[in-house]
C-alpha cells in the first residue's frame, strides 16, 4: 500500500518539478534563485536531512534484530536530524520573507515556495509519522519484530529525501552550476 | 473446498433496507464493503438529481431562441456544475459503488483489505461533494466550466468564491477516489482466492485493476493544478495570471493529463461490466479473455499519451499536432479490438434479450457513435473546425452516457437481484430502457449537425437562425423524455424492492462467485470457497456436479 502511496506522491511532485521546469525557461527566473537563495546554509541542512535516511535504516536494522533500545536511540536521532532540516527551511523562508521576498512576488517566488513548501510538508507529515512510532515505542508498543508499521514509514520517509535531492538539484545546484 | 481465513465480525447483518435493528447510525458508521457500496451508489443517485436538475434547467433555457429564463451567470454555473457533477459525483461515485462491493464477492474475499479506509474514503468523497454544492449559498458556484480554464478561474474573471469551493471540494473527492484505488488494487493483489491466478480473474476485476492504477496516476496533476489554482487565487500567487508572467497553458497540460486518463477512468469499468453481461447472456465465454484483458491495459498506457489532443485549439506547432493526432488515433485500436471481443461473445450464443443485455447491446451502437466522433476529432483541421461547438457536446454525451452510463445500466440490472435479493420486473426494465433510449438520442444526436451548423457550447442564448429553433427545442423535449425515464427507473428499483420476486442465489445462471452466495449476501461473505479451475468458477463448480449426477 505504501508504495502505491508513494507512486501517486510521486506523480504529485513530478507534476510539481515540471511546472517549474516550464516557468524556468522565462526570463530572469534562474537569476532570480542565484540572487536570493543561499545555497550554503540549505546545502548543510540538506546533507543533514540525507543522513536521517541513513540513521532511520540503523533504526530499522535494529528493530528487526530485537534491539530496541538502539532502536529508541536511531529513531531519536531521525526525527533531531528532520526537525534540525524544518529550522533550516523555516529560517530560509523567513530571511526570504523580510527581504520582502514573498509568494506573490513573482513567478519564481510563486514557483520556489510552492514546490519547497509541498515538500517541507510532506517533511512534517513523515515527522508526525515518527514521532507516533517513537511514543509507541517508549510504551512499549514496538518490543518484537513483527510490526510493518516502520519499514512502511521508512519507505516514506526516504521517498521524501529524494524528492529533497531533485528539489534541491534543481532550484539550487543547477542555476548555481549553469550561471 | 478450502475455507477463508479473512477474519470478520459477524454480530450485524446487513440489510438493503435503512429500518433494520440498529438504524441510521449502522449505516453512518458501517465499514462492510457491501454496505458502503450500497452508500456509494446512493450518493451517486442524490448528485445525478441535482446534476439532472441542471442539465433540465440549461434544456429549458435552450429550447427557444433569445431566451431570458436564466440570466448569462446562472446558466455559466449550472453549466459548470452539470460538468463537474456528473464527472467527479455520479459517475466516479458509481463506478466505486459497484467496484467495492462487487470485487471482494468476485475473488472470494471477505472484505476489502483496509475496511476503515474505505469507509473514509467514501464520506471525505461525500464531504467534498458537499462543499461543492455549498458554494452556491456562499456566493455562487463555479463559472468556468467544469475543465475550469484559466484565465477564466482567476478572481479577475470570477469573482464569487465558488471556484474555491471547486479546489477545495475536488481535491477531497480526489482524495476518497485515490484512497479507494489503492484499497482495490492491494485487495485483488492479495486477497484473491487460493488458486485464482491473475489469468483466471473474472474480466470485471481485471477492468478495475488497471483502472485504479490509472486512478493513482491521474489524480495527482490534477492535485497539482487544484493547490496551484488555490494558492492564485487565496495568496497572489502567478501559475495561471497571464498578466503577470504566469502561464494558462500551463493549466490546461495539468487538467488534461488528468482529464484524458479521467474519461478512461470512467470507461473501464464499464467495460468490465459489459464482459461479464455478456458472457452470461450469450450462454458463452468471452471471446479473446486475453485480447479484452490487453488492450485494457494498452488503453491505460496510451491514455497518458494523448492529451493534448484537447488542446489542438491552442497552437503548440505541428510537431506537437501530428504526434498527438497519431497517438490519438491509435487508442482507437484497443477500443475497436474490445468491440469486436464482445461482438465475437454474442455470435453463435444463445443470447436472452434481458434489459441488462439490451443495455449492453445499445451500448455498442452508442459508444461506436461517440467512438466515430472521437476519432474524427482526433484529425486537427476538424478538431479547428469543430471545437467548442455543439459537436463536442454530442461527442462526450454519446462517450459517457452512452459509453460508461449505457454499462453501469446494464451492471445495475445485472446485479440489482444480488444486491437486493429482489427481481426487477422486466416488462418495465424494457419501458425504461427504450424511454431512456429514445430520450437519450433525441437529446444529442441532433447536437452533432447543431455543432457543425456553428453554434457554440456554453452560450446561453441563440439567435433565430435557419434550423436552430426545432432543433433545441427537439433537444430539449429529447431530454424531458430522459428525465422522465430516470423518475420511471426510481420507481421501478423502488417496487421491485418492495413487491418484487425473490431472487435466490443465482437468478441469471451466472459464472463468478458473488452468485454463489445468498442474495443479499451476509455480511461475512464466504465460509467455504469452490476450487478455482478458471475465470468462470461458479459455472465450473455447477458443470462439475451437472457431471457427477450423470456419474461420470
Known sequence: MMRLVIATEAILFISLMITYVYFDLSVGFTKQSINYLDIKSTGIFSVLLFSSSFTLVQAEKNYSEGKIKKLKIWLFATIVLGSVF???????????????????????????????????????IGLILLIIVFILTLAGDFDRPNSTALSSIGMYWHFVDIVWILVFTLVYVLPYLLK | METVNVPEPEESLPSTSISNDQGLLQ???????????????????????????????????LSVPNNNFLSPEMYNQLFTMHGTTMVFLVMTPAILGFSVYFVPLMIGANDLAFPRMNAFSLWIGLFGGMLLYFSFLAGGAPDAGWFNYAPLNQRAYSQSSG????????????????????????????????????????????MILINSFLIVAAFPPLNAALSMLLLDRQLQTHFFNNTSGGSPIVWQHLFWSFGHPEVYILILPSFGILSEVFQVYSRK????????????????????????????????????????????????????????????TMWGGSLRFTTSMLFAMAFLVEFTIGGLSGVAFAIVPIDWQLTDSYFVVAHLHYVFVGGSLFGLMAGLFYWYPKMSGKMISEKLGKWFFWLFVIGFNMTFFIQHILGIKGMPRRVY????????????????????????????????????????????????????????????????????????????????????AKNNKHGK
Not at chain 1, 523567513?94 to 509541498?118: A, R
Open chain 2, 27 to 61: 449505516w453512518i458508521s458501517t465499514v462492510d464493503h457491501k454496505q458502503i457500496g450500497i452508500l456509494y451508489l446512493l450518493m451517486s443517485v442524490l448528485f445525478l438529481l441535482l446534476g439532472g436538475v441542471a442539465a433540465l434547467l440549461i434544456r429549458v433555457q
Open chain 2, 163 to 206: 471556484i474555491d469551493y471547486y479546489c477545495i471540494g475536488l481535491l477531497l473527492v480526489g482524495i476518497g477516489t485515490v484512497g479507494t484505488s489503492i484499497n482495490l488494487i492491494v485487495t485483488i493483489i492479495y486477497y484473491r482466492a487460493k488458486g485464482m491466478s491473475l489469468r483466471k480473474l473474472p474480466v470485471f476485476v481485471w
Open chain 1, 86 to 124: 524544518l529550522f533550516g527551511q523555516a529560517k530560509e523562508y523567513f530571511k526570504l520573507l523580510n527581504n520582502h521576498f514573498n509568494i506573490s512576488l513573482d513567478v519564481f517566488s510563486t514557483n520556489f515556495f510552492t514546490l519547497t513548501g509541498f515538500h517541507a510538508f510532506h517533511v512534517i
Open chain 2, 285 to 344: 465465454p468471452i471471446f479473446g479473455y486475453s485480447f479484452i484483458v490487453g488492450s485494457g491495459i494498452a488503453i491505460a498506457l496510451l491514455a497518458f499519451g494523448v492529451w493534448v489532443h484537447h488542446m489542438f485549439a491552442v497552437g503548440l506547432g505541428l510537431t506537437v499536432y501530428s504526434y498527438f493526432a497519431a497517438s490519438s488515433m491509435l487508442i482507437g485500436v484497443p477500443t475497436g479490438v474490445k468491440v469486436f471481443n464482445w461482438l465475437g
Open chain 2, 461 to 544: 442564448t441563440y439567435p433565430d437562425l435557419p434550423g436552430y429553433t426545432w432543433m433545441n427545442m427537439l433537444s430539449t423535449i429529447g431530454g424531458f423524455l430522459m428525465s422522465l425515464s430516470f423518475l420511471l427507473l426510481f420507481y421501478i428499483l423502488h417496487k421491485s424492492y418492495k413487491i418484487g420476486k425473490p431472487a435466490g442465489n443465482d437468478p441469471w445462471d451466472a459464472y463468478t462467485l458473488e452468485w454463489t452466495v445468498s442474495s443479499p449476501p451476509k455480511i461475512r461473505n464466504f465460509t467455504e470457497l469452490p476450487p478455482i479451475y478458471s475465470y468462470r468458477a461458479f459455472r465450473d463448480l455447477k458443470e462439475n
